[in-house]
């Protein structure tokens, strides 16, 4: 079998419809691929929304397990997985008309271990009044991993749904998702990207992204700031692989910055407690004891602060952002 799709679902009665519809507007025969659809623990109508496709289609493979989070049902879905690759949609987003065949053709010529891809970023109104997507001519570029990691690797991006990978380089590798976790592409991202050779970029559009609808019902706390640590904590582990070049190590580190000043950021101003974002600090230091960051002055200082001093850390960042706030409202008006 040339691919397997794993799709959790996990409460998306509004969406998995559409999700699951999608991948069967593709140019593929069903004998080229099966869908495993990973049902953790929804309490909702998800399932109930897709009972006909289910019953139409016979590769489609149901696998009902207790609600233990997206990279719980994603590794479990690997575990079974019979292609020769891998790709993981979320179920509140979409695959664009008649996309995959052409990125899966590459994959099996090529052997590529990741295959990059594009993808749009829609809301829920401009899905619903899209027309079929005009895909421009397919374009290639065949890249080390080390290059892919250099030159593609956006931090702030680091969705597994734009890509397909494959299955004997997850396995040989032993990557999967650290489970539990929200925010578990970063690590996984990360890894694969370090640990392959041969990869494929191309900017042919595969997802639509659905964006709008997270913000309603996400909101950051003490807990999400704790799985955020040990996202950072698995991210700087990285650092210790073998053979990674001194720009794959520059950039890493730079990457897990970023990990670490968003998830501060979001702690300052959504955890309100100082004794919580106090705790949290502490927390991010016995997971990750070795993590400093070296890569300029500014950091080395930071380091140095949230390591040995996190109280002043914690009062000198929530000055630094009362300072930046007040120059924006200044120049608003």
């Known amino acids: 079998m040339d691919l397997s799709i794993i799709v959790p679902v996990y409460n998306v009665e509004e969406y998995v419809r559409p999700c699951l519809e999608s991948i069967f507007k593709q140019d593929l025969d069903d004998s080229r691929f099966e869908v495993?659809?990973?049902?953790?623990?929804?309490?909702?109508?998800?399932?109930?929304?897709?009972?006909?496709?289910?019953?139409?289609?016979?590769?489609?493979?149901?696998?009902?397990?207790?609600?233990?989070s997206l990279s719980v049902a994603r590794n479990n879905g690997i575990a079974v997985a019979k292609g020769e690759y891998i790709m993981m949609p979320d179920s509140?987003?979409?695959?664009?008309?008649?996309?995959?065949?052409?990125l899966l053709d590459k994959a099996l010529v090529t052997k590529a271990d990741i295959i990059v891809a594009d993808f749009l970023e829609m809301n829920d109104e401009e899905i619903e009044n899209r027309s079929t997507t005009e895909h421009r001519v397919f374009e290639a570029t065949e890249k080390t991993g080390e290059r892919l990691f250099l030159e593609d690797l956006n931090p702030y991006q680091c969705y597994v749904w734009r890509s397909l990978f494959r299955r004997e380089f997850l396995n040989k590798n032993r990557i999967r998702f650290v489970p539990g976790l929200r925010f578990q592409d970063v690590p996984f991202t990360h890894e694969c990207y370090l640990r392959a050779k041969k990869c494929i970029r191309t900017h042919w559009q595969l997802n639509i992204y659905r964006r709008g609808?997270?913000?309603?019902?996400?909101?950051?706390?003490?807990?999400?700031?704790?799985?955020f640590c040990i996202v950072i904590a698995k991210t700087w582990e990285l650092t210790l692989l073998y053979g990674l070049s001194d720009a794959e190590l520059y950039k890493l580190k730079e990457d897990v910055y970023t990990s670490f000043y968003l998830m501060m950021y979001s702690t300052l101003h959504s955890v309100k407690s100082w004794s919580e974002q106090l705790e949290i600090i502490h927390y991010l230091n016995r997971q990750a004891p070795t993590l400093r960051f070296t890569n300029n002055i500014k950091q080395r200082f930071e380091s140095l602060l949230f390591s040995n001093m996190p109280r002043c850390y914690l009062a000198l960042r929530r000055l630094h952002w009362k300072w930046i706030n007040a120059k924006k409202v200044t120049h608003t008006d």
């Open 213 to 227: 609808h997270e913000s309603a019902t996400f909101s950051f706390n003490k807990q999400k700031a704790k799985e």
């Open 92 to 102: 509140d987003d979409l695959l664009t008309d008649n996309s995959l065949a052409i």
């Open 36 to 68: 495993i659809i990973v049902n953790d623990g929804s309490t909702d109508h998800s399932m109930e929304m897709i009972a006909d496709i289910i019953q139409v289609h016979n590769n489609i493979t149901v696998i009902n397990q207790e609600n233990l």
